[in-house]
């Protein structure tokens, strides 16, 4: 089954305590990225890749870090968790990338992260 | 932020009833696209519409695309119960970035 599999579904953590959220597909998809969402903010988009290696800021990338080493992983690194990153987190992947136009999102199921 | 915005926030309808929500954002894009979120779940493609069409329907769906307002409009025909989500509209501007709207919460009462 074609799925983005997002872990761990829920997560409590402390400030200051580095913490991983992995990402993963199988559909070969070059295009990855992270999303945060928050009440009355809607959906903000974090870090994207276009493929292997290459990785650039959303709007919202402070306090993050990213790495695409493989095409199907693409996990999301907090090295000091903070309550502002408190939220909801997507992954999601697409077709494209490089020099085709990215299209249709395929999401996770979510990472809800509560950091006090 | 290039972010899009819905409206309305929050819609109630009676079951059979038609749905409207309108999503209007601030560049240029490609495309425009509809997805819909059930509670604290992924979100979920619905339907695709590209800069140069006005119009596409998809079973109980209907989009339009007004490049000369920058806004658009989903409208679900003969809600259901299963209806009941927040939606959102997706635009993608210059790179590859996507930009997400507010969301209207839609809620169909049976």
């Known amino acids: 089954e074609a799925q983005v599999t997002q872990n761990p579904r829920y997560l409590i953590t402390v400030t200051g305590k580095k913490l991983t959220v992995t990402c993963s597909q199988n559909m070969n998809h070059e295009y990855m990225s992270w999303y945060r969402q928050d009440p009355g903010l809607g959906l903000r988009q974090i870090y994207y890749s276009m493929n292997v290696e290459v990785t650039d800021k959303g709007d919202v990338p402070e306090g993050y870090k990213v790495s695409r080493k493989e095409k199907r992983n693409f996990p999301l690194i907090l090295e000091s968790p903070s309550p502002n990153q408190t939220s909801l987190y997507f992954c999601?992947?697409?077709?494209?990338?490089?020099?085709?136009?990215?299209?249709?999102?395929?999401f996770g199921n979510g990472t809800r992260l509560t950091v006090t | 932020s290039q972010q899009g915005e819905e409206d309305p926030q929050a819609l109630s309808i009676q079951e059979g009833e038609n749905a409207t929500m309108n999503c209007s954002y601030k560049?240029?894009?490609?495309?425009l696209q509809w997805y819909r979120q059930n509670s604290g779940r992924g979100l979920v493609h619905l339907i695709l519409i590209r800069s140069n069409e006005r119009e596409k329907h998809s079973g109980r769906l209907r989009v339009t695309l007004d490049t000369s307002k920058k806004s658009s409009s989903l409208l679900i025909t003969a809600s259901r119960a299963a209806d009941t989500a927040s939606y959102f509209c997706a635009t993608d501007g210059e790179g590859n970035q996507f930009y997400f709207g507010t969301g209207t919460s839609l809620t169909v009462i049976p």
């Open positions: 560049t240029s894009i490609n495309n």
């Open positions: 999601a992947s697409s077709y494209g990338g490089g020099t085709r136009r990215v299209s249709t999102l395929h």
